[in-house]
């Protein structure tokens, strides 16, 4: 149609070559207006040109820096596949990377174990957005505690301790599936013997190594709890805080996601023992997003660190 100045504005239902599959935009059409001889609407050079902006964490929230190439250049929203002349983005080769779950399972962490999944499912989902091949990358390894016997010199039977070596998403997801929150009596839980399960897994030399340990409740001992314990010397099968040690001489980056105020004392002592990456939660929800935004900024790829940036 002919606006009142003679200016020809296009429609909706007219298609623009060689895009005819593309919504018609009233704003990106210049060299369809050009095409027919047809006076510009505008006079902002800046709308011929590309909306896909910078997606790097450099940038602030409100601040956009636009790709430099023609609008519909690419149908890609890899950041890759435009140009920026604030960051370059290419794709790298990405490390080896184990991630180790370290898990109480014991009554109230049932909702826990459901995000953990999840977790699992999305650090696969955003790795595989920028090449599929990246999933081939991860090993997962899980580690389930729960406690001791409240008479451990008489009843060393109850299985305190299950766990998955290092394996595939597919049978990390699994092995999540088949577990249950049940048990506990007194507040602390064999949190060391979960430590010492995490640590003597087959880790890859060359790996990044993440453990994640998700908990609501100290270990046992009175330098880490002051309240009710029914062992306040400390585990019963003998297991300790030297575990941190050797944890740390392996390379594992320690993530504790504590779940109560209760463990302060606990983490206190751990951070003489270890670095501790602490990530607080305010809703069991969150967790997915915790871990798989924390696992992924750990590599050293721009355009995966684009990606968990537009989140």
């Not at 080769?93 to 898990?103: F, S």
């Not at 406690?147 to 008489?154: G, I, L, P």
Request: with cysteine.
């Amino acid at each position: 149609m002919l606006d009142g100045v003679g200016v020809k504005h296009c429609t909706d239902k007219e298609k623009y070559y060689p895009f005819p599959e593309k919504k018609f935009d009233k704003y990106l059409c210049e060299k369809f207006w050009d095409s027919h001889n047809w006076t510009k609407p505008h006079n902002d050079e800046s709308m011929g040109m590309c909306n896909y902006y910078c997606p790097h964490k450099d940038h602030d929230k409100n601040e956009h820096m636009f790709c430099d190439e023609l609008a519909w250049h690419t149908d890609d929203s890899l950041a890759s596949k435009h140009t920026f002349e604030c960051h370059e983005f290419k794709n790298s080769v990405v490390p080896d990377i184990d991630v180790c779950i370290c898990i109480d399972t014991t009554g109230s962490m049932e909702s826990f174990i459901t995000q953990s999944k999840e977790a699992i499912k999305i650090i696969i989902k955003t790795v595989s957005a920028i090449n599929n091949s990246y999933q081939d990358r991860f090993l997962f390894s899980i580690v389930s505690y729960k406690d001791h016997a409240n008479d451990y010199s008489k009843d060393r039977s109850e299985l305190v301790v299950e766990s998955l070596d290092f394996t595939t998403n597919i049978n990390a997801i699994s092995f999540l599936d088949s577990l249950k929150a049940v048990g506990g009596d007194d507040a602390p839980e064999a949190v060391f013997d979960g430590l010492y399960s995490a640590h003597d897994k087959s880790w890859r030399a060359e790996s990044i190594k993440i453990m994640f340990h998700i908990l609501d409740a100290p270990p046992h001992g009175k330098e880490y709890w002051a309240g009710n314990d029914t062992y306040p010397n400390g585990c019963p099968c003998g297991k300790n805080e030297t575990i941190l040690k050797k944890i740390k001489e392996k390379g594992i980056l320690y993530y504790i996601v504590p779940l109560t105020s209760s463990l302060n004392q606990m983490i206190a002592r751990f951070e003489k023992l270890i670095t501790v990456h602490k990530k607080a939660l305010n809703d069991p929800l969150e967790l997915p997003q915790v871990i798989s935004s924390t696992v992924c900024s750990l590599i050293d790829d721009p355009e995966l660190t684009a990606v968990i940036n537009t989140k």
